[in-house]
């Protein structure tokens, strides 16, 4: 099992639809968990971080299953704006330094 | 304005020939790291720095070296670069949490690297 997987999409939605992605990841000593968004060619930015609890942030809704160790991102309402790759990134346990990045899920709002 | 500012922008060079990618945050950051991003295989971290003075490998160190001498600056050096080493570089730099991770990553705007 790859250390973060997610499906690269492209996800091809219309405006408005509600998507959802989702990422596993293999390292069960795992502690933080963030949400990443990358337009093209321009540098990662932080979209979200996600809490055990689970976290919205306007139309942004992460969520954390620790037992099956996968984190998911919830987009409501889409925006031509939200067209990005969005990228899963996970720390390698407490203490760790070290950050792995999945290698994005792509984004695509039509008009 | 917060930000981590990398330099040269966009480059192209020969193999063998020596370069320094300079990297600077303005934020205080203790953490700062170096990643690679090339098609298929995502960002890739090469080195990283949890202060002045202590740098760790990350995942694809070979063929690279860094340096922290000040808290501000975390230079990324190819001695000797070769075509493989073609890709598109990211400095990013954090505060270290209590808990001993990493914060949010504050990324520069990348620099894209040719070795012919």
Known sequence: RKEVEQDPGPFNVPEGATVAFNCTYSNSASQSFFWYRQDCRKEPKLLMSVYSSGNEDGRFTAQLNRASQYISLLIRDSKLSDSAT????????????QLTFGKGTKLSVIP | EAQVTQNPRYLITVTGKKLTV??????NHEYMSWYRQDPGLGLRQIYY????EVTDKGDVPEGYKVSRKEKRNFPLILESPSPNQTSLYFCASSFLTSGGNTGELFFGEGSRLTVL
């Open chain 2, 22 to 27: 300079t990297c600077s945050q303005n934020m």
């Open chain 1, 86 to 97: 969005y990228l899963c990134v996970v720390n390698r346990g407490a203490g760790s330094y």
């Open chain 2, 49 to 52: 720095s949890m202060n002045v």
